[in-house]
Every structure is written in C-alpha cells, then in structure tokens.
C-alpha cells in the first residue's frame, strides 16, 4: 500500500488515504471525494486533476512528459512541483507520498 496524504490549499491535512500499486493518484483522489474533477478522466486535455506535490516527493516520481508540461503551463495556480494527478501512478517504490490542492479547488467549496 502506499500511504497519500492530501493537503488543502492552505496546507491542513485533507485526508490520509492508501493507494494500491498501479492506481492513478487522480483515482484514489476522487475515491476520497476530494475534489478534482478530472473531466476529461486522463487524456490530458483539461488539467482539472492538477496536484502541487512535496518538494521531496516530486524528485522522487518520474518526470512529467512534455505533454502533460505543455498542459501545466495553461493551468491556474501552477508550482514548480505541479503535476497532473491523473498521471501520477502509485507504485510500491514510491511508498508515500503527499500533495496540495491548488488554491482553485479550494475556492470551487467557497472558502
Ligand atoms: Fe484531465 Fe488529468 S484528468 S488532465
């Protein structure tokens, strides 16, 4: 298993949750009812599954492909450690792993 923290926008725990090897970090997002909406469920074609990941952990996934670079450079509230959840895969290497949501979601629940 591999243990997800999801933080809020403003950095307080969102949930803690375990992810199986394989499953895409959108996937187990949406299974917690977080709120990314992944429209277009992972063709890269909408950016709503945008996550900013921990600085430490993003140098330990592999790198984004130039698509998904070319999707992030069009996405609101981008970091330097953004990634599209959809493409993030959860693998047994990894271990753990911890994301923020971006400021736009948070303000989608109006707050
Ligand atoms: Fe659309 Fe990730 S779900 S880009």
């Known amino acids: 298993m591999i243990r997800v923290r999801f933080l809020k926008a403003d950095g307080s ?3 803690e ?11 187990l997002a949406q299974a917690h009812g977080l709120p990314l ?4 469920e992972g063709a890269m074609a909408c950016s709503t599954c945008h996550v900013i990941v921990s600085a430490a952990d993003f140098a330990r996934l592999p790198p984004a492909g130039p698509h998904e670079e070319d999707m992030l450079d069009f996405t609101p509230h981008v970091a330097p450690t953004s990634r599209l ?3 993030v895969e959860l693998t047994e290497a990894l ?4 994301v923020r949501l971006p400021a736009a979601h948070a303000n989608m629940q109006g707050r």
């Open 17 to 27: 949750a375990e992810g199986r090897p394989g499953q895409r970090l959108l996937e």
């Open 37 to 40: 909406e992944g429209t277009c």
């Open 13 to 15: 725990l969102a949930v």
């Open 85 to 87: 959840s959809c493409q």
């Open 95 to 98: 271990g753990s792993i911890e």
